[in-house]
């Protein structure tokens, strides 16, 4: 991808006069900027409402907080045409003002002819009807692995002993994928401080401190692993060989439909783990804004820090709640938009994210959603079978200290959630298996037709998650409820 100045310097040739910059960090570009400027002899000059119009440091003018004398600066006449730039700070913050607008609108018609260009540094991209035509919007990136090793040798240039090498260096960088270059800064000095050296783990501390205040992604830092999943071996091997390091190809993702318990959100949690890769939580509930467009533009932006971070994980659940308004006009289409948003960006990315969806029921999903070349796989999630219930009474006896002789209740139609639920709740009341299973109700029995529908529905239309190959009802090991179960647990007696 071109560099901020790369992109900024043909954009000038070309002679577009407005350049609508998104940065969270416009001292850094415009330091970036007028290195650039100085190298091709170029005008530059810089206002913001606090220190006015200035060249570099120097004030040039007392323009204050008016945003209109700082455009009249700018020369009406330029005979030799020479490149003269502007960099407005924040400046999106005045553009609700009529005056503000024409002076910006007259600035940009007659920029090209006079050589004048109107530079916007904004975290933002929010600008009136009138200009839109008039701006080409340039994103600033986050810094790459090259810079943010230069900011770990500038802060320990006096102590270049401590200076993190190969592997070590490898994941420090991993680590700082995604956070800005002051942040970068900030979480190395922190280190320093505690540890006298650069650590990953004090960078991961504070780096989901930092997605924890713009809402958008959570970082997921939980120990767990597939040896705490029974089953669902086909899936951890599909997904352990996708994200091998080394391949040729970026892997794009998986889906997860599965019934209600059946570990698709602990599976994706602990996949992180196996693969080594951070795991970014995306709620699509709490990207919801109350302006308009402010919805996408926080899909987009959580989507660019995903992208930063790579490589990593990105993992959405229970996704046809989130899209569930996809069609319909209730919300002013702000779901279709987002879905269409997320479809561009699934089929598009490049960046190495992994995407994990997980549903409980795919018929609410559009069936554009789960089409060749969004995912690498659509798996389904069953209930588990004889073998791996066993594996699943093993590891939770261990886990909540019962012992093996201890009888278990009849779990055909159980899910691992449940099996779970059974331990821990007669290690809570004290009581034998058998008893605590009288407080547990399956699934199977709550949603039996949903339960059923779902597994006609993946029958020959999903990956099966424990054996090799599609899933089909003939291979089935799980029975379905029985009447006497759903007599029996479904009253709890």
């Known amino acids: 991808?071109?560099?901020?100045?790369?992109?900024?310097?043909?954009?000038?040739?070309?002679?577009?006069?407005?350049?609508?910059?998104?940065?969270?960090?416009?001292?850094?570009?415009?330091?970036?900027?007028?290195?650039?400027?100085?190298?091709?002899?170029?005008?530059?000059?810089?206002?913001?409402?606090?220190?006015?119009?200035?060249?570099?440091?120097?004030?040039?003018?007392?323009?204050?907080?008016?945003?209109?004398?700082?455009?009249?600066?700018?020369?009406?006449?330029?005979?030799?045409?020479?490149?003269?730039?502007?960099?407005?700070?924040?400046?999106?913050?005045?553009?609700?003002?009529?005056?503000?607008?024409?002076?910006?609108?007259?600035?940009?018609?007659?920029?090209?002819?006079?050589?004048?260009?109107?530079?916007?540094?904004?975290?933002?991209?929010?600008?009136?009807?009138?200009?839109?035509?008039?701006f080409v919007v340039i994103e600033h990136a986050l810094p790459g692995p090259d810079q943010l090793e230069r900011i770990a040798h500038e802060l320990l240039c006096d102590d270049a002993d401590t200076m993190p090498r190969g592997a070590e260096l490898a994941r420090i960088l991993e680590a700082a994928s995604g956070l800005t270059r002051y942040e970068a800064e900030g979480a190395f000095a922190l280190s320093v401080a505690r540890h006298n050296r650069i650590r990953p783990d004090v960078i991961w501390e504070l780096k989901a401190q930092l997605l924890r205040k713009n809402n958008l992604l959570t970082l997921h830092r939980g120990a767990e692993r597939f040896e705490s999943l029974g089953g669902l071996q086909n899936l951890k091997?599909?997904?352990?060989r996708a994200l091998a390091p080394g391949k040729p190809v970026k892997p794009r993702g998986i889906l997860l439909?599965?019934?209600?318990?059946?570990?698709?959100?602990?599976?994706?949690?602990?996949?992180?783990?196996?693969?080594?890769?951070?795991?970014?939580?995306?709620?699509?509930?709490?990207?919801?804004?109350?302006?308009?467009?402010?919805?996408?533009?926080?899909?987009?932006?959580?989507?660019?820090?995903?992208?930063?971070?790579?490589?990593?994980?990105?993992?959405?659940?229970?996704?046809?709640?989130?899209?569930?308004?996809?069609?319909?006009q209730g919300d002013s289409g702000v779901s279709t938009r987002m879905f269409g948003t997320?479809?561009?960006?699934?089929?598009?990315?490049?960046?190495?994210?992994?995407?994990?969806?997980?549903?409980?029921?795919?018929?609410?999903?559009?069936?554009?959603?789960?089409?060749?070349?969004?995912?690498?796989?659509?798996?389904?999630?069953?209930?588990?079978?004889?073998?791996?219930?066993?594996?699943?009474?093993?590891?939770?006896?261990?886990?909540?200290?019962?012992?093996?002789?201890?009888?278990?209740?009849?779990?055909?139609?159980?899910?691992?959630a449940e099996i779970r639920a059974c331990c821990r709740l007669a290690t809570l009341l004290d009581v034998p298996l058998t008893q605590a299973a009288r407080n547990v109700v399956p699934v199977a029995v709550t949603a039996a037709e949903q339960v059923e529908r779902l597994r006609t529905w993946a029958t020959g239309r999903c990956l099966s998650s424990g054996n090799p190959g599609i899933f089909g009802r003939e291979d089935e090991s799980t029975p379905k409820p029985s009447r006497r179960l759903q007599r029996g647990q479904g009253s709890n007696n």
């Open 1 to 134: 991808m071109p560099t901020l100045v790369e992109q900024f310097n043909d954009y000038v040739n070309a002679g577009f006069a407005g350049l609508w910059i998104q940065t969270n960090e416009p001292d850094e570009a415009e330091q970036e900027i007028l290195r650039h400027g100085a190298s091709r002899k170029w005008t530059v000059i810089a206002w913001d409402v606090s220190r006015g119009l200035r060249a570099g440091e120097t004030v040039v003018a007392d323009s204050g907080g008016d945003p209109v004398a700082a455009l009249r600066a700018l020369p009406t006449r330029n005979e030799a045409k020479q490149t003269t730039l502007l960099l407005l700070h924040n400046f999106h913050r005045f553009l609700g003002n009529p005056e503000v607008v024409q002076a910006v609108f007259g600035n940009l018609v007659t920029g090209k002819k006079r050589g004048n260009f109107l530079v916007v540094l904004a975290p933002l991209v929010q600008m009136p009807p009138e200009l839109e035509k008039l």
């Open 237 to 240: 091997d599909f997904c352990v």
């Open 257 to 328: 439909l599965g019934v209600p318990g059946s570990g698709k959100s602990a599976f994706c949690k602990a996949l992180g783990n196996e693969t080594g890769r951070a795991t970014l939580l995306l709620d699509i509930g709490a990207l919801l804004g109350s302006l308009v467009g402010q919805t996408e533009s926080n899909l987009r932006q959580a989507l660019r820090i995903a992208e930063a971070m790579a490589p990593c994980i990105l993992f959405v659940d229970e996704f046809e709640k989130a899209l569930s308004g996809v069609g319909s």
């Open 342 to 416: 997320l479809l561009t960006w699934l089929s598009d990315h490049t960046a190495d994210v992994f995407f994990v969806g997980t549903s409980n029921d795919i018929s609410k999903l559009p069936p554009e959603f789960a089409r060749a070349e969004r995912f690498d796989g659509v798996f389904f999630l069953d209930l588990p079978n004889v073998a791996e219930r066993d594996a699943i009474w093993a590891m939770y006896r261990q886990h909540f200290g019962i012992p093996e002789k201890q009888a278990r209740p009849d779990d055909s139609a159980w899910t691992g």
